[in-house]
């Protein structure tokens, strides 16, 4: 996504190789553990230059009230990750009567200013990426994907599924990149013939609270913390999974006490987004960042926190990690936060796969990344309560 903006940077490419050299030696414990650090700050480099890349292009994401309802026109849901497709289609479907939504992780699309200026940009529909299978047969009209997280097709919705970008599923249509250029019109045409979405719900959400979201409302953060409205700041980033497991981060949100705030980023936000946690003086209880590639927003927030409050040690700030862990990408997310010094992380409702008895030995030892426990002795431990 990087480069489809037009971003790049030599030294990550250079690492990729370096890495990957990397597999092929005998290294030492110590040698690993360097080169895992290394992962890590090459990880936070790599999810700066995003940032920048995203906003330079599309402004800084804002604080939003998205609608999660439905309109009477046909419509077309897009999911995944690439704001450039985003932004095609909203151009290409203006003023065809075709209103546009959102999916899973292409939610903080609504955030950013480049695309509210398009009217027919409606609003959000359903949950996170594993329950697309449900969620695209009520929608009636055609859906677009354009990263990763498609699951199995289901012959319900298999004639109006279309794949771009690095995404595919055998039997589905994909529309190619054409010099940079991608070209909508079938999907456009499709929608024009299809009934308006089925409701699911209705309502809003509210998010958009990347770092410069966040640092417009310092003073109030900042003196709530002093005053002690706010005794701490829970990270759940990650992402969502169908397992029934994973409603502890829905019973972890609705058990922290009423001065926590939480930060997310990724789908694992689709737990607890739509709870009515109230907020803290103006400022949510629920801090949406983003996609799971915003997580750097959540990194710069603790480190302008830590500024702020004149520390040494990121550790000594008030923020607790509760990550919910689905591998992929957030495994550099994880490299990230090590590298910025974070410890004491909890990882669930599965630890890592590669977590074999002698790397959570290393981990455990060098960075205290813990499971998790029940819901109410994590929330205590999160809050500091003996």
Known sequence: MLAILGYEDPLIYEFIFTALSATTKALSVDEMVSLIMKTGEVSVTTMALLDKANTETYGHPEMTEVNIGVQSNPGI????H???DMEELLKQTEGTGVDIYTHSEMLPAHYYPAFKKYKHFVGNYGN????QDEEFESFNGPILMTTNCI????????NRIYTTGVTGYPGVKHIADNNGTKDFSNIIA????????KELETGTIVGGFAHAQVFALADKVVDAVKTGAVKKFVVMAGCDGRHSA???FTDVAEALPQDSIILTAGCAKYRYNKLDLGDIGGIPRVLDAGQCNDSYSLAVIALKLKEVFELEDINDLPIAFDIAWYEQKAVTVLLALLHLGVKGLRLGPTLPAFLSPNVSKVLVDNFDIKGIG???EDVKEMMGVA
Not at 77 to 80: A, F, H, N, Q, V
């Open 82 to 84: 690439d704001l450039k």
């Open 128 to 131: 996170a990426w594993w329950q």
């Open 77 to 80: 849901l897009i999911s995944g």
């Open 246 to 248: 994973r409603d502890y």
């Open 374 to 376: 029940s819901v109410k």
């Open 151 to 158: 699951t199995s097709v289901d012959e319900s919705y298999k």
């Open 190 to 197: 499709l929608a024009k013939t299809c009934q308006s979405p």
